[in-house]
């Protein structure tokens, strides 16, 4: 391989490392400057609150288009136009003059960042051969991490000195850098001699499906679970997807490949993904609701404990990354999911008092084996798929990404609003609830302990269902791009 194309390939890396960051900064930013923003605009809880749920539900929901639209108009195109995207969506989020304007500009933002996240992966799959993939890929998940850490902490000192505005502002440099990194660097896509057309029907049906199921989830709480509204939606929803499967299985160029599912260790994968994403989002929180919650803590403090949940990954995803090239993705998605799985049981008994390595040490675990194991699905999932639908292929991962980790926060608020008023756990979450009762308080530590327990189960499914990844690979699935891949190399 020629010394320049070493170089462009670490180049392709690093613009596309550098999206991945500024986009999960932009989606955890919001969260510590939540209570600061409903004061600025004088809005509710529940207007608070769709300022994050908007984000995610357009980011799951253009997932799949975006995939697709990577597979036929071509990544680089993708990727450049979604940076414009999230660029000017992010300046409307910072000049913002209500509630409900916010809520549509991050609508807008959440699809920019959609139509990167399903771009990013493909483009680093086609940048790497695949003796060198996992170490990339694991390179890429560090930069969700540190989005993770940075997020919070730089949101409360900007919010600090220059309001809540900032946490907005502060993103567009670095998408600017990005998109000019991106036009340099990334290779032009082979235009298809074919035009096909879209799957707008598929996308409709799928969009408003998952659109209905999220806001059925959400507001299940505040509508009641058996009243006329809720499972209305919850039948919408159904005959929705219901619709989109219907259509999937008759069009020519379906947005959501129902083929791919065919292929044994891409389904698989796909319900690791899917039970993983549930079990996983969940910790953060009922850390949350724990710290701030029942034993009353400030968000700097709370904050700095959750620092082990994603700082030891910095070392591990790499390091992740490139033991899944050597002994295989397989072993190392079953070693991650089954630690992960240990560090929830051991989060399952935290008690009334604080102790710190009583929290501390299962994140460590946690975090470690998520470095070792996310990689290594990754690599296993889409390594499953053929090399010329790597985009779809990747849509359909982080959807199921997506949609776990909404149900995973969904769930984790069920069970915690099982033993707690709805109203004193949602208080509970934004730190924004009185001095407790010892009942109250009780309650509380009770709920997180239960649900830390509940969330087992997802891991054990996963485990169950990555034990068919340790399974030889059928001739026709990926062996042949995997063959061509490692001849070029």
Same mark, same amino acid.
Not at 77 to 83: D, G, N
Not at 161 to 178: C, L, Y
Not at 277 to 299: D, E, V, W
Not at 309 to 321: F, H, I, R, T
């Given at each position: 391989?020629?010394?320049?194309?070493?170089?462009?390939?670490?180049?392709?890396?690093?613009?596309?490392?550098?999206?991945?960051?500024?986009?999960?900064?932009?989606?955890?930013?919001?969260?510590?400057?939540?209570?600061?923003?409903?004061?600025?605009?004088?809005?509710?809880?529940?207007?608070?609150?769709?300022?994050? #749920?908007?984000?995610?539900?357009?980011?799951?929901?253009?997932?799949?288009?975006?995939?697709?639209?990577?597979?036929?108009?071509?990544?680089?195109?993708?990727?450049?136009?979604?940076? +414009?995207?999230?660029?000017? +969506?992010?300046?409307?989020?910072?000049?913002?003059?209500?509630?409900?304007?916010?809520?549509?500009?991050?609508?807008?933002?959440?699809?920019?960042?959609?139509?990167?996240?399903?771009?990013?992966?493909?483009?680093?799959?086609?940048?790497?051969?695949?003796?060198?993939?996992?170490?990339?890929?694991?390179?890429?998940?560090?930069?969700?991490?540190?989005?993770?850490?940075?997020?919070?902490?730089?949101?409360?000192?900007?919010?600090?000195?220059?309001?809540?505005?900032?946490?907005?502002?502060? #993103?567009?440099?670095?998408?600017?850098?990005?998109?000019?990194?991106?036009?340099?660097?990334?290779?032009?896509?082979?235009?298809?001699?074919?035009?096909?057309?879209?799957?707008?029907?598929?996308?409709?049906?799928?969009?408003?499906?998952?659109?209905?199921?999220?806001?059925?989830?959400?507001?299940?709480?505040?509508?009641?679970?058996?009243?006329?509204?809720?499972?209305?939606?919850?039948?919408?929803?159904?005959?929705?997807?219901?619709?989109?499967?219907?259509?999937?299985?008759?069009?020519?160029?379906?947005?959501?490949?129902?083929?791919?599912?065919?292929?044994?260790?891409?389904?698989?994968?796909?319900?690791?993904?899917?039970?993983?994403?549930?079990?996983?989002? +969940?910790?953060?929180?009922?850390?949350?609701?724990?710290?701030?919650?029942?034993?009353?803590?400030?968000?700097?403090?709370?904050?700095?404990?959750?620092?082990?949940?994603?700082?030891?990954?910095?070392?591990?995803?790499?390091?992740?990354?490139?033991?899944?090239?050597?002994?295989?993705?397989?072993?190392?998605?079953?070693?991650?999911?089954?630690?992960?799985?240990?560090?929830?049981?051991?989060?399952?008994?935290?008690?009334?008092?604080?102790?710190?390595?009583?929290?501390?040490?299962?994140?460590?675990?946690?975090?470690?084996?998520?470095?070792?194991?996310?990689?290594?699905?990754?690599? +296993?999932?889409?390594?499953?798929?053929?090399?010329?639908?790597?985009?779809?292929?990747?849509?359909?991962?982080?959807?199921?990404?997506?949609?776990?980790?909404?149900?995973?926060?969904?769930?984790?608020?069920?069970?915690?609003?099982?033993?707690?008023?709805?109203?004193?756990?949602?208080?509970?979450?934004?730190?924004?609830?009185?001095?407790?009762?010892?009942?109250?308080?009780?309650?509380?530590?009770?709920?997180?302990?239960?649900?830390?327990?509940?969330?087992?189960?997802?891991?054990?499914?996963?485990?169950?269902?990555?034990?068919?990844?340790?399974?030889?690979?059928?001739?026709?699935?990926?062996?042949?791009?995997?063959?061509?891949?490692?001849?070029?190399?």
């Amino acid at each position: 391989m020629a010394q320049s194309d070493i170089r462009l390939k670490w180049s392709i890396l690093a613009a596309v490392t550098l999206v991945s960051f500024i986009t999960n900064v932009d989606a955890t930013i919001v969260v510590i400057g939540l209570p600061r923003l409903m004061s600025g605009l004088h809005i509710s809880v529940v207007t608070g609150l769709w300022t994050i #749920t908007s984000y995610i539900i357009t980011s799951t929901v253009f997932l799949l288009p975006a995939g697709r639209w990577s597979d036929l108009i071509g990544t680089k195109k993708i990727f450049i136009a979604s940076l +414009a995207i999230f660029t000017v +969506a992010t300046f409307l989020c910072g000049i913002a003059n209500s509630g409900s304007a916010l809520i549509v500009y991050r609508f807008i933002q959440g699809t920019g960042a959609a139509l990167a996240l399903a771009t990013a992966t493909p483009i680093i799959v086609k940048a790497f051969p695949a003796n060198e993939l996992g170490k990339a890929l694991g390179i890429n998940s560090t930069s969700w991490v540190i989005g993770s850490i940075v997020g919070p902490v730089a949101g409360g000192a900007l919010i600090n000195a220059f309001g809540w505005r900032s946490i907005f502002f502060v #993103t567009i440099p670095f998408a600017i850098i990005g998109m000019i990194a991106a036009m340099i660097v990334l290779r032009a896509d082979v235009s298809p001699k074919q035009q096909v057309k879209s799957d707008w029907l598929g996308m409709i049906t799928f969009g408003l499906g998952l659109v209905g199921l999220l806001v059925s989830l959400s507001e299940g709480q505040s509508w009641g679970w058996l009243s006329l509204r809720t499972l209305g939606l919850f039948v919408l929803t159904l005959v929705l997807f219901i619709s989109f499967v219907w259509i999937e299985l008759r069009v020519k160029a379906p947005l959501f490949n129902l083929s791919l599912v065919k292929h044994r260790h891409y389904s698989a994968g796909l319900g690791v993904t899917f039970s993983y994403s549930i079990g996983y989002f +969940a910790t953060t929180f009922l850390l949350t609701l724990y710290l701030q919650g029942a034993l009353r803590l400030s968000p700097l403090s709370a904050g700095l404990l959750l620092i082990p949940l994603s700082a030891p990954q910095l070392v591990m995803g790499p390091l992740g990354g490139a033991a899944a090239d050597r002994f295989g993705p397989a072993r190392l998605v079953l070693v991650g999911v089954f630690f992960l799985g240990l560090g929830v049981y051991f989060l399952g008994s935290l008690g009334p008092q604080l102790s710190v390595m009583a929290i501390i040490l299962p994140q460590l675990l946690m975090s470690t084996a998520n470095g070792l194991g996310w990689p290594a699905l990754t690599k +296993a999932v889409l390594s499953s798929a053929p090399r010329e639908q790597t985009g779809a292929a990747s849509g359909m991962f982080y959807t199921f990404r997506n949609v776990g980790m909404s149900l995973s926060l969904t769930l984790a608020l069920v069970v915690a609003e099982v033993s707690v008023p709805p109203s004193v756990a949602s208080q509970a979450f934004l730190g924004t609830a009185g001095v407790l009762s010892t009942n109250i308080k009780s309650a509380l530590v009770n709920s997180t302990d239960k649900g830390f327990q509940f969330f087992i189960l997802f891991y054990a499914i996963a485990f169950i269902c990555g034990l068919v990844l340790l399974r030889p690979h059928r001739s026709g699935q990926m062996s042949n791009s995997t063959v061509s891949t490692q001849k070029q190399a």
